[in-house]
Nanobody, 116 residues
Framework: QVQLAESGGGLVQPGGSLRLSCAAS????????MGWYRQAPGKERELVAR???????NYADSVKGRFTISRDNAKNTVSLQMNSLKPEDTAVYYC??????????WGQGTQVTVSS
């Protein structure tokens, strides 16, 4: 099993920045990719950004150029720097770890609210 502990999130004005962090524990040797997903009210959970152990990165088109994902494989952490935030970025953000067997593990979620 993999446990994920998220930190960061909160309320920010449009154009502002936030940083989310996630630390993995447990069977971390089995982790392939780590990333962030989000779910807004009434919408499905969607990928925000994902990074593999080898450093391959995927971003949702809606966040390209604004968000940056980074990972420390030695510390089993993944972070998401979010700049130029927009009201439509408001959602619950979930840390994700995908292990080599294909199983996905999830954090408890952290609220990000972008509002003036």
């Amino acid at each position: 099993q993999v446990q994920l502990a998220e930190s960061g999130g909160g309320l920010v004005q449009p154009g502002g920045s936030l940083r989310l962090s996630c630390a993995a524990s447990g069977s971390t040797v089995s982790i392939n990719a780590m990333g962030w997903y989000r779910q807004a009210p009434g919408k499905e959970r969607e990928l925000v950004a994902r990074i593999t152990t080898g450093g391959l990165i995927n971003y949702a088109d809606s966040v390209k150029g604004r968000f940056t994902i980074s990972r420390d494989n030695a510390k089993n952490t993944v972070s998401l720097q979010m700049n130029s935030l927009k009201p439509e970025d408001t959602a619950v953000y979930y840390c994700n770890a995908n292990v080599w067997s294909g199983i996905n593990w999830w954090g408890q979620g952290t609220q990000v609210t972008v509002s003036s």
